[in-house]
């Protein structure tokens, strides 16, 4: 089943309410560094209302008074984080936190590659996050512009759904 096919509830089910540790899972989380949040919020309004998936979003009330504790319940109820990765990514405390924690309790983590701003640079993770996402297959959004974001959003839903139905 689906993502976008799931009803989401915050109520416990009948197997919930026997297991109070039962993960629930809510929302995809993305995960990005601010230089970049004008085309998260892209991507965020193609999921959210054109897809109707429940996405966590910390502009989009995702945040609350205590940021550390926002971000970990964010990251505790997803489904899946993604992470769109840039050099400024890999220099940020906060997504380093994000994505570590996220790695440390099991979820599942899709990393998108925004790469550098600079022209003719072809940025790869090191350090850190080079480490953290050394086995997971990342997707390509170097290249992301007008004319292939839908399809680039497609792929991106196409990787959320393959990615959730092997958690089942």
Known sequence: ????????????????????NAQQFEHIMLSYQWDNQKLVEQIYDYLSKNQNIPIWMDK????????FLSMSKGVQNCYALICFLTPAYQNSANCKKE?????EIGTPVIPCIIGSKEEGIKWKPTGWLGMGITNLIYLDFSQI???????????????INSTISLQK
């Open 145 to 159: 512009d007008d004319k292939n974001f839908e399809n680039k959003c497609k792929e991106l839903i196409q990787r």
């Open 60 to 67: 989009q009330g995702g945040m609350q008074d205590n940021v």
């Open 99 to 103: 994505l570590t924690y996220a790695l």
């Open 1 to 20: 089943m689906s993502l976008d096919q799931q009803e989401y509830s915050s109520e416990n089910s009948e197997d919930e309410l026997d297991n109070s």
